[in-house]
């Protein structure tokens, strides 16, 4: 039983699970939405992209760090199967997260080029 507790706040704690994280996001959320219904200028563009090129970031990031723990848990624990398995999935979703971040910065990008006109 401790084991388990231990391997679920191990888990937690890698996830960034806490509220200062979720407080945090929240503010962006708020943030980015602001930035967004007030673009005009190439410069707010610009802005937004930067920001979704941060988002982009963390998320290869968090990608990164979840095949290693998948790795980890493969060699440590290759008696607990669904452990990887959940590390690779949670890499898959992270790095099509970054996709798509990457591919919104790209779009705020081009209107900046489009505003300047």
């Given amino acids: 039983m401790k084991r388990l507790l231990l391997l ?8 960034g699970v806490g509220s200062t ?6 503010g962006q ?3 980015i939405d602001d930035m967004i219904a007030k673009a005009k200028s190439p410069a707010d563009h610009e802005a937004i992209a930067a920001y979704y090129d941060k988002e982009a ?3 290869e990031a968090k990608a990164e760090q979840h ?5 980890t848990y493969t ?4 008696d607990y199967k669904p452990l990887p398995g ?3 999935a949670e890499a898959k979703y992270y790095e ?4 798509e971040n990457r591919a919104l910065a790209a779009a705020h990008r081009k209107m900046a080029k489009v505003e300047a006109k």
Avoid: F, N
């Avoid at 994280?21 to 929240?26: I, N, P």
């Avoid at 095949?67 to 790795?71: F, N, P, R, S, V």
């Avoid at 060699?75 to 290759?78: A, F, I, Y």
């Fill in 67 to 71: 095949k290693k723990m998948a790795d």
């Fill in 29 to 31: 959320e708020q943030d």
């Fill in 8 to 15: 679920c706040s191990l888990v937690a704690l890698a996830l």
């Fill in 96 to 99: 099509g997260i970054a996709t």
């Fill in 57 to 59: 970031t963390e998320a």
């Fill in 75 to 78: 060699k440590l624990r290759p």
């Fill in 86 to 88: 959940h590390c690779r």
């Fill in 21 to 26: 994280t979720l407080s945090s996001a929240w």
